[in-house]
T-cell receptor, first 113, second 111 residues
Framework: GENVEQHPSTLSVQEGDSAVIKCTYS??????FPWYKQELGKGPQLIIDIRSNVGEKKDQRIAVTLNKTAKHFSLHITETQPEDSAVYFC????????????FGTGTKLQVIP | DTEVTQTPKHLVMGMTNKKSLKCEQH?????MYWYKQKAKKPPELMFV???????INESVPSRFSPECPNSSLLNLHLHALQPEDSALYLC??????????FGPGTRLLVL
């Protein structure tokens, strides 16, 4: 089955700096990679996703890159703000027939004002 | 704002109780999921319903019983739970693009 590794487990940055979270996956059949943000006491919220036919995707301060050859993908947050503080999960799945999503272990991001 | 709602928000139950968790979506999605999440861990898949039929059961103990009465509703019936079943229970839905959208969860405490 799929295995997703995520690093780092914790990340502290100064407000305004950039944050990068990296994930690797094992199953070459995976073709869809969502990222979720989870605030304390809430459900995970989709913040950005990327499919295997695309190498990079941006949405304002958030970007995701995908390297299919190396089987890794990364989340980049620029100009971080205190409200970016949360736990971030990467995930991978083989889309087609509502298959299982495999989550990474999570990164707790703290943005220091 | 989430279009996936879950009730109740919090639930405390004894090991002999029977209770149900409810999930409702109005996104027209045809897949619905139950996840269990322990503190500081990622969500762990329990069940998947696709077009109102159970398609994935991740070897979940029978004290958890899912039900999908229609395309908008998903229930999780709980009976004879153990204290280690205390967790956040999350519902998610997915449409044709298979992107999963999560509800806010039910925080369950088993005494």
């Amino acid at each position: 089955g799929e295995n997703v590794e995520q690093h780092p487990s914790t990340l502290s940055v100064q407000e305004g700096d950039s944050a990068v979270i990296k994930c690797t996956y094992s199953d070459s059949a995976s073709n869809y990679f969502p990222w979720y943000k989870q605030e304390l006491g809430k459900g995970p919220q989709l913040i950005i996703d990327i499919r295997s036919n695309v190498g990079e995707k941006k949405d304002q301060r958030i970007a995701v890159t995908l390297n299919k050859t190396a089987k890794h993908f990364s989340l980049h947050i620029t100009e971080t703000q205190p409200e970016d503080s949360a736990v971030y999960f990467c995930a991978a799945m083989n889309s087609g027939g509502y298959q299982k999503v495999t989550f990474g272990t999570g990164t707790k991001l703290q943005v220091i004002p | 704002d989430t279009e996936v709602t879950q009730t109740p928000k919090h639930l405390v139950m004894g090991m002999t109780n029977k209770k149900s968790l409810k999930c409702e979506q109005h996104m027209g999605h045809r897949a619905m999921y139950w996840y269990k999440q322990k503190a500081k861990k990622p969500p762990e898949l329990m069940f998947v319903y696709s077009y109102e039929k159970l398609s994935i059961n991740e070897s979940v103990p029978s004290r958890f019983s899912p039900e999908c009465p229609n395309s908008s509703l998903l229930n999780l019936h709980l009976h004879a739970l153990q204290p280690e079943d205390s967790a956040l229970y999350l519902c998610a839905t997915a449409g044709q693009q298979e992107t999963q959208y999560f509800g806010p969860g039910t925080r369950l405490l088993v005494l």
